[in-house]
């Protein structure tokens, strides 16, 4: 798809609108119209994320198509070099844009990174707050289990899961030598979600995944004398999807998470 960006008609005839996201006036639009009504409100470099993403959506890019150069958004935008190049910068961070040195500017993966980051991070600055954030990280990882129940059932009759089945067998010979499983579990998780063909589910549950491994690490937690029973309900929740069981699959996943969320309560009392 073309990375053009030809002038074109101002479709919000000129008015800006804060409403909404994305909602500020074609990028073809004079500078007046887009930063001189807003200046008050919004810098420069807010504006110019803002015509960028909007450039995305319209042009319905994918990821990896090329976007303009950084020339061609000065001369659209009718902003500053400073202020694109500081756009560019933060868009990159978010993994909207990527910048490739000598090829160009793309539009990047456009992955939950930055999320993860961001959630870690508050997670770990305030020591007395790791646990509550822990919990909270843990109750999303159980919604989300719960609320794809029906997807991955769907998803899994009368399918045959070797590599599954094999991470659960791990997982519970792990536990039977009182050793952890971090790398199996999220792994596990992982692709049993991907089986939904959901890309924005399979993201929320890594990433949640991502977060509850950064943390867990600094509470010094001893490892659950039910190490076991979370183990098993990983088997549990493989069969019951398989067998086409929507209700044992959940009653799986609240065991699986019962052992952790015992732990966490216990220390926040």
Known sequence: MS??????????????VHARPFSLPDIGSSASSVAGATSAMRS?????????????????LDVGDPLPNEATLCNKLGVSRSSVREAIRKLEALHIVNVEHGKGMFVGDLSLDPLVDSLSFRALIDANENMAELRNVIQVR???????????????????????????????????????????D??????????????VMAQLTRSMWLVHMAVLPQLNLSVSRQLDVTAN???DMLHAAVDGDVEAYRRAVVEHYRPIEAIVDSHLR
Do not use: P, W
């Open 186 to 199: 999220i792994d596990f998780h992982t692709k049993i979600i991907s089986c939904t063909n959901n890309a």
């Open 3 to 16: 990375g053009d960006m030809s002038s074109r008609a101002d479709d919000t005839g000129g008015e800006t």
């Open 44 to 60: 420069r470099c807010d504006i110019a994320m803002d015509a960028i993403k909007t450039y995305i959506i319209r042009e319905h």
């Open 142 to 184: 159980r919604i989300l289990d719960l609320g794809v129940a029906e997807q991955v059932v769907e998803a899994m009759r009368g399918t045959e899961q070797l590599e599954l089945e094999e991470l659960a067998r791990q997982m519970s010979e792990s536990a039977s030598e009182r050793a952890t499983f971090l790398d199996q």
């Open 233 to 235: 309900a990983h088997a």
